[in-house]
C-alpha cells in the first residue's frame, strides 16, 4: 500500500499515551440532562440557484467566518464544517479555521470531518499545530475515513493510491502518522553539514494538547470502538452504517456505549468526548414554515456504499414541541456535544436566528447557563 509512512511501527511507550489512573469515564443516563455544548456544522455550499445567499466561494468562506462570529455572540460553543474535494463546498479548512480564530475569542471551531485519504499526514500536521496555536488551543478536529464522492476515488489525483478496496486502511494509515506526528513523535535524522547533534527531529510547530482533541467520524459501533482504541474524541454524524430495526437515536446511544466502555478499558489520561449531529430546524414564523414545515419527521433507512443504513430524523417544530421532542433523544443526553446542521445557503442572519432560537431551546432542557 502506497501511503509514503515514513514513522515506525513501533508502539510508543505506554506512559506516554495512557495512565492508569485516568478518570472514570462518565456515566451517562438518558434520563438525565447534563451541561452541554452546542455548535452549528456547516457545508459550505454554494451556488447561483434561486433564493441562493451565497453564491461563490468567496461568499461562502466570509460568510462562513461571519456566522461563526455571529454564533460566538449568542452564546454558541462550536463553528464546525464539512470538507468535500471536487465540490462547491468547503474544501481547504485551515485558512478558513484561522481566519474565525482571528476574529473571535471564545468559539471553538473545527471540522465535521476531513477525509484522511486526501490527506499528507505530515504538512497536515503542521497546519494544524499551527492553526491551534492561533486559536489559543480551540481547535477541534474531525478527521475520518470519508464519505462518498463527487469524482471516483478522488484521492489518486491528491498522489494517493491505495491498493484496491484498500482505501479505509489507508485512511487509517495517514491517520496514525498524523497523531504521532501532533503528539511530538521525532523520526527524522538531523542533517550532519548543518548540526553536530546526531538525534532525531520532529514536525513544528507542536501544540500540546491538540492531540486530546482530534474526533474521529464514526458510521459504526465498530469504528466507534476503533477511535475509542486511538484515544481519539467520537464524531456521529445524522447517518449509521448498519441498521437493526431500531430508532436512529437508540442506535447511535449503542454506538456510544461501545465507544464510552472500550476508552474506560484503554484507561487513556484524557476524558471522552461525544458529538452528535442534528438537523433541528424551529419553525417560529411563516418563512420557516414555508422553508421546513413539510420536512419528514422521522427516521429513513437506505443504502451507502453498499451498507444499509439508518437516516436519523430531521426536527422540524415549533421551539416548544421541539423540547419535548429533543429532550427524548437518547443519544443526544447522552453525548457532551450538539452540532447543529445549517442551511449556510440561507445567509448569516437567518441561521443566527435560528441558532439563537436553538440556544434558547438548549436553556430550556437544562443543557445550558
Known sequence: MQHGTIFSNSTPEPDTIRMSNAPEVLTRIPEIPFMKKIGFLSFGHWSNGYGSQVRTAQDSLKQAVELAVAAEEIGIDGAFFRVHHFANQQMS?????????????????????????????????????????????????????????????????????PEDGQDADMARA????????????????????????????????????????????????????WAAQQGMQLMSSTLLLEEKGIPFDQLQLDQIQGFLE???????????????????????????????????????????????????????????????????????????MLLVTVPNQLGVEFNARQLAVIDQIGKELGWRD
Open 174 to 225: 495517514h491517520t496514525t502518522e498524523f497523531l504521532r506526528a501532533i503528539s511530538g513523535e521525532r523520526f527524522a535524522p538531523q542533517n550532519p553539514q548543518q548540526s553536530r547533534n546526531p538525534g532525531l527531529l520532529g514536525i513544528t510547530p507542536q501544540s500540546p494538547t491538540l492531540r486530546e482533541r482530534i474526533w474521529w467520524g464514526a458510521g459504526s459501533r465498530d469504528t466507534a470502538i
Open 262 to 336: 472500550t476508552w474506560k478499558e484503554m484507561g487513556w489520561a484524557h476524558a471522552p468526548q461525544v458529538s452528535v449531529s442534528r438537523s433541528i430546524m424551529p419553525i417560529v414564523d411563516d418563512l420557516t414554515r414555508a422553508y421546513f414545515g413539510t420536512d419528514r419527521n422521522e427516521d429513513t433507512v437506505g443504502i451507502i456504499d453498499g451498507a444499509i443504513s439508518r437516516f436519523g430524523r430531521t426536527y422540524a417544530a415549533e421551539p416548544e414541541v421541539l423540547v419535548e421532542q429533543l429532550r427524548n433523544d437518547a443519544a443526544i443526553a447522552a453525548s457532551d
Open 93 to 161: 479548512p485551515f485558512p478558513l479555521l484561522a481566519a474565525i480564530a482571528a476574529r473571535t475569542s471564545r468559539i471553538e471551531m473545527g471540522t465535521g470531518v476531513i477525509d484522511m485519504r486526501y490527506e499528507t499526514p505530515l504538512y497536515m500536521a503542521e497546519e494544524a499545530a499551527a492553526t491551534d496555536l492561533l486559536a489559543d488551543g480551540r481547535l477541534q478536529l474531525g478527521i475520518s475515513r470519508g464519505s462518498p464522492e463527487t469524482v471516483d476515488r478522488g484521492y489518486r489525483f491528491f498522489g494517493h493510491i
